[in-house]
Structure formats: structure tokens, C-alpha cells
Nanobody, 120 residues
Framework: QVKIVESGGGLVQPGGSLRLSCTAS????????WAWYRQLPGEQRELVAR??????TSYIDSVQGRFTISRRNAKTVSLQMNGLKPEETAVYFC???????????????WGQGTQVTVSS
């Protein structure tokens, strides 16, 4: 059906930056709504940023002004993360919330996650 794949995670020092990317492939014409989530060790998955429509974005308060979600093309989304903090060490997940296909809409397709570690 469809495949969602994140990339760009890794080890970064406190205050550093990373840019995550997520691409949808398979029976995909476009992704109309994206979201990034993260799961801190031992905690529940939480929403970090959302992009709907052409360019409407929203963020949790803790990342406002430091993280930016944006479209690269119809099937790819990025999350630019600046000023990373140790407490933001987590597995980051991409969610294609609304996908346009040739046979109709598809919802809530998840990537496998990418590890982000913020440590000196």
C-alpha cells in the first residue's frame, strides 16, 4: 500500500541542530497532512508538530520557535530542530495523517521512527 520512512536522526550535542526528513512512497499521490511525534524513554508518544493543508503549522509550546515543520514536496516533510536539549532525546516518528491515493484517501500511516540522542 504505502510506506513511510524517516531519516536524519543521530547524536547531537546540546544546543545543536538536526533536520529530520520523512517520505511517503507506494500508492501515494500526495500527503495533505503530516505530523511529527516523539517518544521519550519510558513515556508515551507525544505530538510535536503538525502541518495541514498548504502551510498551516502548529507546535507544542516547548519547541515553539526552535522547531520548524515544512513540506519539501508533495510526498516529503521535514522537521528542522534547533537548540536541542538533552531532555528531547527520543525516538521521533513521522505520521502521514491524510494521504491522497488514486483510489481514495488513506489516514494515519506511521514511519518506523528515527533515534535522536542529545548528549555531550
Amino acid at each position: 500500500q504505502v510506506k513511510i520512512v524517516e531519516s536524519g536522526g543521530g547524536l547531537v550535542q546540546p544546543g545543536g541542530s538536526l533536520r529530520l526528513s520523512c517520505t511517503a512512497s507506494g500508492n501515494v499521490l500526495a500527503v495533505n497532512a503530516w505530523a511529527w511525534y516523539r517518544q521519550l524513554p519510558g513515556e508515551q508518544r507525544e505530538l510535536v508538530a503538525r502541518l495541514t493543508g498548504r502551510s498551516t503549522t502548529s507546535y507544542i509550546d516547548s519547541v515553539q520557535g526552535r522547531f520548524t515543520i515544512s513540506r519539501r514536496n508533495a510526498k516529503t516533510v521535514s522537521l528542522q530542530m534547533n537548540g536541542l536539549k538533552p531532555e528531547e532525546t527520543a525516538v521521533y516518528f513521522c505520521n502521514a495523517d491524510q494521504i491522497a491515493t488514486e483510489t481514495g484517501p488513506l489516514y494515519d500511516q506511521w514511519g518506523q521512527g528515527t533515534q535522536v540522542t542529545v548528549s555531550s
